[in-house]
């Protein structure tokens, strides 16, 4: 009995031991409805501050569940912010998590989050505020995105030397940033590893470790032609090489006075034999040394920094941000030490909408493109209208008139049933989301 005892007391202790180290300091899921108001501040830097709205959008998985903080004015800067029980990351993992749709197909603007000091006065937030970290994609015009990783250290700002791509698209998608105490650091989009390395290879927060020896001269008589000419290679004695040559056949003129019209020269005709300009055969050069490298030395400038990444007061998460084009829903914001629970966490919640949000998408993006091809008709019948009236042209055709009548009465009701689809989606929507 004791035998059979023993591991489970031993599982037992392991697993409470975990969630012991386990820390979650932020999470945020909307779920209480306009309770986020007594969590959140709105800056009061200035006084034209785009305001957020909660929502779950135009296409969702769930109306309710789905609910996230969504930019609602177009050309304006945003600043917004909750606080949180200040902690250090030393000698702890830290894991910056949270998704964001991108709705209204966004051409310029932010979709970052920034984590603050607990001193930041948080109704006078702005974009000169200091700032730990700044985690997120940043998308201005076609082809310049990219997700910003920018890390404070003594007093400067670092941005990652690795181009990590955003995902451009409608749909939400969920944002990773691990920092280890290890210094190593990893960055995933929908919980797939898209950058990872170490925190002082990937940012300039030191010198270098090696530089150049600035002694080390390349030697003289090093050789680094890979092929030379054969040396050994000679042109032929009957080898051409003049495209033009005399005319044999041209004679001088019998009045050519070369006192008043200079030497006489003949007329130059294309040369048979010409065989094109004569060049050594190539070969490899026995003497190649390779490509001399510069030796390189210990830097002495350079010095390691075990404080890299290290905060000692986080204490509050922001929206710092400008759009032109609003309509982006953040939503799901984490700060904790484990990494298995944060992709847990984003399995329940981006996991499980993402495929009914998509589908809902699709079907919206086609009623709106049939929606849009409707009123196009409907503005060119018009204008084909006002014409017949200006020249006096009476109407024909009545049968036809009829028939494009009831044409439109049944695209109509063709629009009702894919709204009836659309809204009995939710429903299904919702129960697959709850059995997942």
Known sequence: MKELLLPLLLLTT??????????????????????????????????????FQLTAGKFYGDKEKDKGLQTSEDAKFYALSTRFKPFSNENETLVVQFSVKHEQGIDCGGGYVKLFPDTLNQEDMHSESEYYIMFGPDICGFGNNKVQVILRHQGKYHENNKTIKCRISKDTHLYTLIIRPNATYEVKIDNQQVAAGGLEDDWDFLPPRKIKDPYARKPRKWDERLQIEDPEDKKPEDWEDFEYIPDPDAEKPDDWNEAMDGEWEGRLIPNLNYKGQWKPRIIDNPNYQGEWIHPEIDNPKYKPDPTICHYYNIGVLGLDLWQVKSGSIFDNFLLTTDEEFAEEVGNKTWGIRKDVEKQWREVYE??????????????????????????????????????????????MKEDDAARAFLGGNEEVGVDQKDEL
């Open 14 to 51: 392991c697993t409470l031991g975990a969630q012991a180290q386990r820390r979650v300091y932020l999470r945020e899921e909307f779920e209480d409805g306009d309770g986020w108001k007594k969590r959140w501040v709105e800056s009061k830097h200035r006084p034209d501050y785009g305001k």
């Open 366 to 411: 086609e009623m709106e493109k049939r929606k849009q091809e409707e009123e196009a008709k409907k503005k060119k019948a018009k204008e084909e209208e006002r014409e017949d009236d200006i020249w006096g042209i009476e109407e024909e055709g009545s049968e036809k008139d009829s028939a494009e009548e009831a044409g439109t009465d049944r695209q």
